[in-house]
């Protein structure tokens, strides 16, 4: 294989676009062209970035190194694992299929085509989580409690909030809880726009104690991605947004002005400095690094395929309820 990745990318609409323009720029991979059902929209992404647009999906995994699976959901299975059997590295869009069974043929496809694989949870790149991540590695974390709110767009038919933005958050919290068991699942959502959960709530229990609260909707009419972590000794803040930390710590400061009314501070808050960087291109650079040094992937196959099984015991659970 060659120093410089020849990459390709299956799907140029909303997320494919954004696939293509961060590739389009980055120096660690030659971006060779792009493929979409709809050829108008390939040929367009085709001339707007001097690239191949290519005829078929086979025709683009014979000319690249990495294929980039962005389909819609319930296309991921076969277009994934016919890249891998044609020999690609791949990355699929999250999430990695919409059921447990399609997601580890798709693992097992890569392991036995001997290629990388890579879901895109782009959130685990957002450099807000990033700081997140290196700060709880030092602290005792209690609960944590995720946000994610939009307004409806009708853009995702095939999949609920639960696989579609909840999602996002089950990565990340999966990552925060590390090897822990599921001790508890409880969750409840509705349907409002269409015959899926719009909207949904859940409460995870850890087996070391961990409590998780997580809410997604598609139906708020306000744009919401936060988190906040209560650890023994702090509370922290984050705004996926925003990409701002916010850590309040106790203080036991008290001030003696010298009359009879003093002053004590119960807290002092650190705002953290997050580097700023666009998460797509980091999760990108990361993947390529993993294929060149066969380090581990942060959002491996695996990764994909055990925040799948948390929603689908979330959304099972709801649905039920």
């Known amino acids: 294989m060659s120093e410089t990745l020849k990459v390709g990318v299956v799907g140029t609409g909303n997320m494919g ?6 590739l389009s720029t980055m120096a660690e991979c030659q971006l060779v062209g792009c493929y979409d059902v709809n050829e108008a929209l ?3 992404q085709a001339q707007r970035y001097g690239i191949a647009a290519f005829g078929s999906p086979e025709e683009l995994y014979a000319a690249v190194d990495v294929a980039h699976i962005v389909v819609p959901s319930f296309l991921h299975k076969e277009y994934a694992v016919a890249a891998a059997q044609a020999g690609c ?3 699929v869009e999250k999430p990695i299929a919409l059921n447990v069974e399609d997601a580890q043929a798709i693992i097992d496809a890569c392991s036995d085509a001997g290629v990388r694989l890579c879901v895109g949870h782009v959130e685990r790149f957002n450099p807000a989580i990033s700081t997140l991540m290196n700060i709880i590695d030092q602290e005792e974390v209690i609960s944590v409690d995720f946000r994610r709110m939009s307004p409806f767009y009708g853009r995702v038919s095939d999949a609920s909030v639960v696989e579609d933005l909840m999602i996002h958050d089950v990565d990340v919290l999966n990552a925060i809880a590390g090897d822990a068991g599921i001790k508890r699942v409880a969750s ?5 726009y269409t015959d899926k959960l719009d909207y949904a709530q859940a409460l995870v229990t850890y087996d070391n104690g961990l409590v998780a609260s997580l809410t997604a909707s598609r139906v708020t009419e306000s744009k919401i991605r936060k988190a906040e972590i209560s650890a023994k ?5 984050v705004d996926y947004l925003n990409r701002t930390v916010e850590i309040s710590r106790k203080t036991n400061f008290s001030l003696d002005v010298g009359y009879p009314v003093q002053y004590r501070q119960e807290n002092i808050v650190e705002k953290v400095m997050v580097p700023i960087s666009e998460p797509l291109r980091a999760e990108f650079e990361h993947f390529f690094s993993c294929i060149k040094d066969g380090s ?4 491996s196959g695996e990764m994909g395929k055990r925040a799948l ?3 689908e015991r979330i959304q099972n659970e709801a649905l039920v309820g």
């Open 89 to 91: 590295h791949v990355l």
């Open 233 to 237: 000794n702090c509370y922290i803040d």
């Open 17 to 22: 676009k954004n696939h293509v323009r961060v």
């Open 309 to 311: 099984e948390l929603c």
């Open 188 to 192: 409840q959502g509705a349907k409002v």
């Open 296 to 299: 581990e992937i942060a959002t």
């Open 42 to 44: 390939a040929k367009e």
